[in-house]
């Protein structure tokens, strides 16, 4: 049997690990003296409630190795074979702490590097579990994720600079003259790594451009899982976005799956922001 885990950064909350019948390990989220487990004991409606009133930003800590070694411990007992998926070692040492706690297992556990983050890392394990329910092998699944991931996109729009200020990664100057322009930025997890793909004024512009660079990347392939997030207890903008990029998706499916982004990534994006995630053709 393969059992799948993966952290809490892809924006899973325990009720959906449950429902896929999966294990969630929660990355932890501390906002001043008081510490949450992600997606466990603090909700993503909760957590931008507690953002939004904040003046100062929350504090999210990695999945440490004896939290990996206590969930392998308990997805092994069986005889199990065990699939962790996590977000981008590029973002967070949950990877490295997952590889040395797997090391104790004999085999029994694999780690794979989503080089991804929230609805990136989600379409990862969409897959995944489409192979365990395949009857793929432990090896097989590795090796498929280890390939496809790197067709994965992850492009986003937010709606605001202002947490990106708050957590020093912008200027106060640049952040202060963007929201006087009302510049939405355009960004993506590419390589593992977030970049900066473009800017522009206003929410019709910053739709036109994500679709843009959708097409860029060689469409989606509707073959593959994908989804669309969005940040905040509102999902406006993303309604917004569905309607300027209906010609991407009318002629494939009737059906576009949408999802709440949680603190890992929502701790810089702020509320508001939308994204899309899928595997290019």
Same mark, same amino acid.
């Given at each position: 049997?393969?059992? *799948? ?27 001043? #003296? ?52 996590? *977000? ?29 983050? $929230? ?6 394990? #969409? ?13 097989? *699944? ?7 991931? !790197? ?65 860029? $990347? ?33 002629? !494939?499916? #009737? ?27």
């Amino acid at each position: 049997m393969v059992k *799948i885990v993966i952290d809490s950064a892809s924006d899973i909350v325990n009720s959906e690990a449950d429902e896929k019948g999966i294990y969630l390990v929660p990355m932890k989220v501390r906002f001043g #003296d008081e510490e949450f487990s992600d997606g466990i004991d603090l909700s993503h409606e909760e957590f931008f409630e507690r953002l939004i009133e904040s003046a100062e930003l929350p504090q999210t800590s990695q999945v440490n190795e004896y939290t990996w070694g206590e969930s392998f411990g308990e997805l092994t007992d069986d005889g199990s074979d065990v699939i962790a998926i996590t *977000i981008s070692s590029k973002l967070s040492g949950t990877y490295s702490s997952a590889v040395k706690a797997a090391k104790k297992f004999g085999g029994k556990v694999r780690v794979v590097d989503s080089i991804q983050a $929230c609805i990136g890392e989600r379409v990862l394990l #969409d897959h995944a579990l489409r192979l365990v329910s395949e009857g793929a092998a432990a090896d097989e *699944i590795e090796k498929e994720l280890n390939d496809k991931k !790197h067709k994965i996109q992850l492009l986003a729009v937010l709606d605001t600079l202002k947490y990106l200020r708050k957590g020093g990664r912008i200027s106060s100057v640049a952040a202060i003259a963007g929201e006087l322009l009302s510049i939405k930025p355009v960004i993506s997890v590419a390589k593992g790594e977030i970049k900066l793909l473009g800017k522009a004024m206003g929410s019709k512009k910053s739709n036109n451009l994500l679709n843009q660079l959708v097409e860029k $990347c060689g469409g989606i392939d509707f073959d593959m899982p994908y989804a669309l997030a969005y940040s905040g207890l509102s999902d406006n903008y993303l309604q917004k976005y569905l309607n300027d990029s209906a010609h991407l998706w009318k002629e !494939h499916t #009737d059906f576009v799956p949408s999802y709440m982004i949680g603190s890992t990534i929502g701790t810089h994006a702020g509320p508001n922001a939308i994204a899309v995630s899928f595997f290019a053709k």
